[in-house]
């Protein structure tokens, strides 16, 4: 039973470039979350996805997009990127809404120069 | 919105003893507590959670305690072992159904264990 898996796992930008993360899902999973850890710091939420739609969105700029597949794996999009994009971002996957376990990926480190 | 605190930052203690872990939370709708732990570079995994239908809950050496009244919930890692040496974070979330169930994280407590 594969766990949630996340690509590309270190990724090194240039501030003002675009950026593209993806996630797929635990499997029989069909809500993807993404959240955005700084160093020594918790995660911070970012948004969260179900039924391919944007349910729920945290403290973030528009420049943090995103978008779930069909087949429930998601793909997180920040543009314009700052320095301080610079973290691990880490996807999240669940069962349904509302009061159901999230199963964290191994997360994306993305280092913005 | 919500806002959960965390403590201690860091916690050494030798191995056999007890460790507590401490968070607040500000938002009284939230209703669902899970903890999770980190090892450096892995990702982070849940060791156990509560919800606020239930005051205290155990798995083997890991209890949590969740106080509704004071907004507060505990960990406690009992005859801890050096493969406890982790970063743990509590979270709180609101679940509602069709809305969504995002984790608002508290800033983490680095534990050692020492042999």
């Known amino acids: 039973d594969a766990g949630v898996t996340q690509s590309p796992t270190h990724l090194i930008k240039t501030r003002g470039q675009q950026v593209t993360l993806r996630c797929s899902p635990k499997?029989?999973?069909?809500?993807v979350s993404w959240y955005q850890q700084a160093l020594g710091q918790g995660p911070q939420f970012i948004f969260q996805y179900y039924e391919e739609e944007e349910r729920q969105r945290g403290n973030f700029p528009d420049r943090f997009s995103g978008h779930q597949f069909p087949n429930y794996s998601s793909e997180l999009n920040v543009n314009a990127l700052l320095l301080g994009d610079s973290a691990l971002y880490l996807c999240?996957?669940?069962?349904?809404?509302?009061?159901?376990?999230?199963?964290f990926g191994a997360g994306t480190r993305l280092s913005v120069l | 919105g919500e806002n959960v605190e965390q403590h201690p930052s860091t916690l050494s203690v030798q191995e056999g003893d007890s460790a507590v872990i401490k968070c607040t939370y500000s938002?009284?709708?939230?209703?669902?507590f899970p903890w999770y732990k980190q090892e450096l570079g892995k990702r982070p995994q849940l060791i156990i959670d509560i919800r606020s239908n239930v005051g205290e809950k155990k798995d083997q050496r890991i209890a949590v305690t969740l106080n509704k009244t004071a907004k507060h919930f505990s960990l406690h890692i009992t005859e801890t072992q050096p493969e406890d040496s982790a970063v743990y974070f509590c979270?709180?979330?609101?679940?509602?159904?069709?809305?969504?169930?995002?984790?608002?994280f508290g800033g983490g407590t680095r534990v050692l264990v020492k042999p």
């Open positions: 499997s029989g999973h069909d809500t």
């Open positions: 938002d009284s709708a939230s209703n669902y």
């Open positions: 999240a996957s669940s069962l349904g809404q509302g009061g159901n376990i999230q199963y």
């Open positions: 979270a709180a979330s609101i679940t509602i159904k069709a809305a969504g169930n995002k984790l608002t």
